[in-house]
């Protein structure tokens, strides 16, 4: 790092990435509020996991991420991980 | 890469200097910052001693809820004891949990920040030392007050949480609850302007070149922590303000037989109140990067994947609120995300650990005090994060739900997590603040001893929690099996407390504060806080060209100390600072800084009266209190943005930069949109409450005023928008130097007049549609937030007159003015949170 002032710790891709992984939570919660026990509220989880994978898939084509073993991609990772995870109960549970 | 603001960063090589510094250059440095003496003290804003007595502070709360919770196991060490009658246990129970949470480990954190970011990052301060004076005694005096509640039998009794029906005024007629909620809330107050000064300080006043990838660990814990406190922290400043309206004046938030529902608060106080764990352990955790780092001698494996960690841990960390709530009944596919979203969390938190270790593994540890800290932290933390991995699954925390278990569990994760990294703190950076380190064998006793205390104490309590024995009982029934358990936890919290007892005496025998001739850096640490230091902090701020200055450029200290780099003076004769870009670090302008003065002390004791006054229904002096107390920020804010005759400051080696700047480049401008994220989360999640009762009770809605009314509504504060606009405009348009006339702070005062009479026909239109705020949720929530929005209106009118005072008195300054700029964004904000509210309360299918 000697001698370059330029930043180099690139964390707007993972911030972007945690935001939809945020918003897919409000959204399943919220889809789980409104139709309780309802089998609406699980297609719905279903939709939003989707439209939040694809976000992510675009967030990775929009920030030029190649791979995963760097912060972007690791913020993309966890973040992918994290939506995947939170819409299990709505599939499995 | 290009340059963030177009500075030349080749202009980095003339650092540091070869010239000879002018003579009687530091000596007026001191004379700028200068000591204060005798009274004095009362009136000091330097980062060295508010933090000082911040931390004193924090940590005498630290041992008063100590105490609380010695009595509550000397009455728990048998059954059927009688020592604390259960009134008073209840009362105890409270006040340490609440103490604990509010009193001590948030402020505790703050304190440590604001004692040490300046330094770590080479300002010569915070950017707004009287925010942070005033920060500190509104909370020292508010936090006594309510402590003091405790003397009178007046101290709350409903649990830290405080939840309704048990805290409303049918179950809890006395003003103990009240205590809690005005008590609390003004602290939060404190908390906030404490968060929006940590922000702005980190983005904006690090030393030249030190880029975000090369900020300590700790600032950017810091970073998080205080976002996090401002997205959190409204939530709960706004749902302690609905009770005490309910409380109050009858407002049904959440009494369910009008349309209002328990589950609300408990929504609103754990969208805070889990966040507030995290609030509490990721600061703790800063701390921890960079003493693993010192203590095993090379630098942090993963910083990068650190700071990754510590942001996820933000964001995931408010999705976790609900699991407190599985034992409520939520709908069954809710609780199955906030358990998913509990272990997720427990990712980055992971992340963290393992670092930590791998930094301790590859490096040379030396088994000094903060090392056995850092090590216990460690373990201790990852044990309480198990058992949280358990609680986080909905069976097993059906099972555990209020039981000692809980006790257990989060005494592991808060005492790994923030206590034993704050004793690891002390012992590591005490050498900036005391003459004299602390005994390293004293230490070593202190560690042991409340090390074996903590499991002494509270790995027992799994078992009685597992054996069904409940939290916030006075008491148990003999022949359970509880009794030994309980009696071992008894002693364990008195060998804890003996660890804490010692700690003092260290203190007592070692500790001499100092802000000239400290001890210095005892464990080696590398980063800018242990560069010598004077109350102007660093005598010139270095160029940073790694992670590790101190490590990676051994002349750093020597050259720093001569004036070789950056303001090694004062160019203005004033308190000053170089403001540099948030990304790279570029230097932008200088900023002049307030020095010494009594108002953010006045301005914090009127204001605690206001809210102590509100709580024992003196209204007539708490409005007294109020109105002077307004007028001590406007007296202190008054001596901010004069005019002054020089515009550009030489900082070093030949590179000027402007003095004092006005717009999106200033470090105002992020200050005050900080404070616009704060009051919109207080909107944000008063309209959540406002569908969230029209979803559970929808029967109780009544129909919306016309809506042609409404566009009219709409209307007048787009004009009020205009107004603003145009007050700016009027100014820019003036030759510098010249007077702007009347116009730009009529304009502002037009522009509050508008707002008025929007909030006017709001109220006036809801009233005439038959909405009684007494008679619904509906009613209680929309004029809430119509009452929120009157009181922004009324600060947004007293900005204006004041501009216009200001005006008067010819400190207009042309073509743009700071104290103008904050006015009339406030006035645009204020109309945009009327619309929001107008809008959604009014056009809401619902209604």
Wanted: hydrophobic content about 55%.
């Amino acid at each position: 790092m000697p001698n370059d002032y330029n930043n180099r710790l690139k964390l707007l891709t993972p911030i972007l990435a945690l935001t939809v992984w945020a918003a897919h939570f409000l959204l399943l919660w919220c889809a789980s509020s409104i139709f309780p026990e309802q089998v609406l509220a699980r297609w719905l989880a279903a939709a939003f996991t989707l439209i939040a994978l694809v976000a992510l898939y675009g967030i990775m084509r929009w920030q030029a991420v190649t791979t995963v073993f760097s912060i972007p991609g690791l913020g993309l990772a966890l973040s992918a991980v994290a939506i995947v995870f939170t819409a299990m109960p709505a599939l499995i549970g | 890469m290009k340059s963030e603001t177009g500075f030349d960063h080749s202009l980095y090589a003339l650092f540091p200097t070869h010239h000879k510094r002018p003579e009687g250059e530091r000596e007026e440095l001191e004379r700028i910052w200068c000591k204060p003496r005798g009274w004095e003290y009362l009136t000091a804003v330097n980062n060295n001693y508010i933090g000082f007595y911040y931390i004193a502070t924090a940590f005498l709360f630290f041992l008063l809820a100590g105490v609380l919770a010695l009595g509550m196991r000397v009455q728990l060490t048998a059954p059927l004891l009688q020592i604390l009658p259960q009134e008073t246990y209840n009362q105890f129970f409270t006040m340490h949990g609440t103490v604990m949470m509010f009193l001590f480990a948030v402020p505790m954190v703050e304190a440590i920040g604001v004692l040490l970011l300046p330094q770590m990052l080479a300002a010569r301060d915070l950017p707004f030392p009287r925010l942070s004076a005033y920060a500190f005694w509104a909370y020292l005096v508010g936090g006594l007050c309510f402590f003091a509640s405790l003397f009178v039998g007046l101290a709350p009794d409903g649990g830290w949480f405080m939840y309704p029906p048990l805290t409303s005024i049918a179950y809890s007629p006395g003003i103990n609850a009240d205590f809690w909620l005005l008590g609390i809330g003004f602290i939060e107050i404190s908390a906030i302007a404490g968060a929006i000064e940590i922000i702005v300080g980190v983005l904006r006043t690090r030393a030249p070149g030190m880029t975000l990838d090369r900020m300590p660990m700790f600032a950017w814990a810091m970073l998080v922590f205080a976002a996090m406190i401002i997205i959190a922290f409204p939530s709960v400043i706004l749902s302690t303000l609905l009770l005490e309206l309910e409380r109050a004046f009858n407002w049904p938030f959440f009494d369910p037989t009008r349309g209002g529902d328990p589950m609300l608060w408990q929504h609103l106080f754990w969208f805070f109140g889990h966040p507030e764990v995290y609030i509490i352990f990721l600061p703790a955790a800063g701390l921890m990067s960079m003493m693993v780092s010192t203590v095993a001698r090379t630098p942090l494996v993963g910083y990068r994947l650190n700071v990754l960690a510590l942001v996820a841990t933000g964001f995931i960390s408010f999705g976790v609120w609900a699991h407190h709530m599985f034992a409520t009944g939520m709908p069954r596919l809710s609780t199955g995300y906030f358990s998913a979203a509990s272990m997720a969390v427990s990712l980055p938190a992971g992340i963290q650990v393992f670092c930590w270790i791998a930094t301790l593994a590859s490096g040379k540890i030396r088994w000094s005090t903060p090392a056995l800290f850092v090590v216990g932290s460690v373990l201790v933390f990852t044990m309480g994060g198990l058992t949280g991995v358990m609680v986080g699954m909905v069976p097993f925390d059906w099972q555990a739900h209020d039981t000692y278990f809980i006790v257990a569990h989060l005494h592991y994760v808060l005492i790994g997590g923030m206590v034993f990294p704050m004793f690891a703190a002390f012992y590591h950076w005490v050498g900036m603040t005391s003459s004299r380190p602390l005994s390293e064998r004293v230490g070593k006793w202190v560690f042991w001893l409340q090390f074996v205390g903590l499991h002494v104490t509270f790995l027992p309590m799994h078992l009685t929690g597992f054996m069904g024995m409940p939290r916030r009982v006075y008491t148990y029934m003999p022949g359970r099996g509880l009794d030994l358990l309980n009696q071992i936890s008894t002693v364990g919290a008195f060998i804890m407390g003996a660890g804490v007892v010692l700690f003092l005496i260290d203190l007592a025998r070692n500790f001499r504060f100092t802000t000239n001739d400290d001890a210095g850096n005892i464990y080696g640490g590398s980063t800018l806080e242990w560069l010598p230091t004077g109350l102007y902090s660093t005598r010139s701020i270095p160029v940073v060209r790694s992670r590790d200055p101190l490590w990676d450029d051994p002349k750093i200290c020597d050259d720093v100390e001569q004036g070789r780099y950056f303001l090694p003076g004062s160019v203005t004769g004033l308190r000053e600072t170089i403001v540099t870009s948030p990304i790279n670090a570029e230097p932008q302008y200088l900023q002049l800084m307030p020095g010494p003065s009594v108002w953010p002390l006045a301005a914090a004791v009127l204001t605690a009266g206001f809210f102590l006054a509100l709580t024992v229904q003196a209204y007539m002096f708490s409005a007294v209190s109020g109105v002077i107390g307004l007028a001590c920020v406007l007296r202190w804010l008054w001596e901010t943005d004069r005019p002054i005759q020089q515009d550009k400051a030489d900082i070093g080696a030949g590179i000027t930069v402007p003095i004092s700047i006005t717009g999106p480049q200033s470090h105002g401008w992020w200050a005050l949109n900080t404070l616009f994220t704060v009051m919109g989360m207080i909107v944000l999640m008063g309209l959540f409450g406002y569908l969230y009762l029209y979803g559970i009770h929808p029967e109780v809605w009544i129909a919306a005023p016309p809506v042609l009314q409404t566009l009219g509504i709409s209307l007048v504060l787009v004009l009020a928008i205009v107004a603003a606009w145009m007050s700016r405009r009027v100014l820019a348009m003036t030759k510098r130097g010249e007077f702007a006339g009347q116009g730009p702070w009529l304009l502002g005062v037009l522009g509050a007049m508008l707002l008025g009479a929007a909030s006017w026909w709001d109220v006036a239109g809801w009233d005439s549609a038959g909405l009684d705020p007494a008679a619904s949720g509906q009613g209680a929530t929309v004029f809430v937030l119509i009452a929120f929005q009157g009181f922004t209106v009324a600060i947004a009118a007293i900005m204006a007159v004041y501009l216009g005072y200001r005006s008067g008195k010819g400190l207009l300054t042309t073509p743009t003015n700071v104290t103008l700029d904050i006015v009339v964004r406030f006035i645009g904000y204020t109309a945009l949170q009327g619309l929001a509210i107008v809008l959604l309360t009014r056009l809401y299918p619902g209604a």
